[in-house]
């Protein structure tokens, strides 16, 4: 097998997660002998530094150019504290989700058992708990018409879906769900948003295709309750731009931390992985990110782009294994326990690279003993 893939670290702590990230792919490429080749690009406050531009051209013709593409994040303090300024490191996501076509992000929270003590919401309510959420990514307040008037006291960005965008990812999360346990949420606020009951009526007609699939429709408020109340309730969700934006922060507390979950943003043509935190200038350069989020991203990757299962049940097996043995990054210690092992981004990727080595020793003597 032979795939090109374009890593694109970004801002803050994305270049060490995104190492690690890499570094996985690079061990899954030499274990089966497949042929990965790896290239680089620049996004974000990095873009703009280098070229003035968050998303350069060149960096969106590679990302065309290639089977997959790795991220890590974007952002900077900077901006945050400056809303006047134009130009900002978020658009050059933006500007690739739409460039790509990649209109449904898919959130897994999946909840390791090694990490039920991590969260804040009591373990015998988060066991169990399996929901994948799609996301949709090209629509909403996030694309519509953007106004200031002339004396800039009044601003409005339009909320706007159209029925084309709402079908093609609905279809995606019942296809999900078929997969699954057969149950689709789809949230909106449709008691007050028109584009919420154009959102619903949609979700209803695609429905009819799906007899199998257990549909119910629930408020954006009323979920991000009962995400907390009953997450085991759930299996897929699916939502709006910003209520996906929202609720899947909200659901990474039940996975312990940002720095567990990772994402999947598909459309037509090249897939696009990343973690769901974001570039945590706070912690970058001190050793300190969690690179979990990026190693399961990579592990999203191998299932999603490239079809391989196994190997992506490999990373996650090693991911679990380090967890099983107490090692922790620590945004996932838990308090008021000496059985954790503290360590910094690179023993972490580290570890999950001997247990990757070790599945594979495990594989080759239970070979050998047939
Ligand atoms: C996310 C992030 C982005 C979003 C930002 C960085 C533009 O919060 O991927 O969830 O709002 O979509
Ligand atoms: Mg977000």
Redesign the pocket.
Known sequence: MKKHILIIPGDGIGQEVTTWGKAVLEQIASDNGYNFTFDEALMGHAAIEATGDPLPEETLNKAKASDAILFGA??HIKYDNDPTLKVRP?GG??GIRKGLGLYA?LRPIVLFDELLEASSIKPEVLKGTDILFFRELTGDA?FGEKKRSEDRNTASDLMIYHRYEVERIAIKAFEAARTRNKKVCSVDKANVLESSRLWREVVQDVAKNYPDVEVTHMFADTVSMQLIKNPRQFDVIVTT?IFG?LL??EASQIAGSMGMLA?ASIGDGTGFF?P?H?SAHDIAGQNKANPLASILSAALMLEISFGLKEEAQRVTEAVRQVLKHGYRTGDIATVNTDRNKILGTKEMGQQVLTFLKKSVLAEESKMSLV
């Open positions: 974007v952002g978020e996501l933006l992000n996030y731009n934006d899947t922060d994402s990343e769901i974001g």
